[in-house]
């Protein structure tokens, strides 16, 4: 897959996944580098610490400007947007506890894909 997105000279390479899946797509594709720019979009706080990854898409909460030094990637920031695809949209957000009770179906779960979400 990796030479065939070389030979079709895609010039930016986006994984919408993130390491979603153990990284399956993003770690095994990516460091092939079949792309000259590759971004990533991740769910969860913090720099994949990949060579191999250009960008990263995330908000100036999730990841402030004075951090940038501790990431691989270099920002672009997207207004609110860490979770922005809602894997599990929490329908009711409940003030914590110590106390453990399940409720019946909290999440709604979605494929994450961008026309579901």
Do not use: C
């Not at 399956?24 to 191999?52: D, K, M, N, V, W």
């Not at 691989?72 to 409940?94: C, D, L, W």
């Amino acid at each position: 897959f990796a030479r065939f997105i070389n030979k079709q000279r895609i010039h930016i390479l986006l994984e919408w996944d993130g390491y979603a899946r153990q990284g399956e797509r993003a770690q095994g594709l990516f460091s092939l580098r079949p792309a000259p720019i590759q971004i990533l979009h991740q769910e969860y706080l913090g720099t994949s610490g990949a060579q191999y990854v250009d960008y990263i898409f995330t908000d100036e909460v999730t990841s402030p400007r004075h951090l940038d030094h501790l990431y691989t990637e270099q920002f672009i920031y997207m207004p609110n947007h860490f979770f922005s695809k809602g894997h599990a949209v929490q329908e009711e957000v409940r003030a914590p506890s110590y106390t453990f009770s399940p409720a019946h179906r909290p999440y709604k779960l979605g494929t994450g894909s961008p026309q579901e979400n």
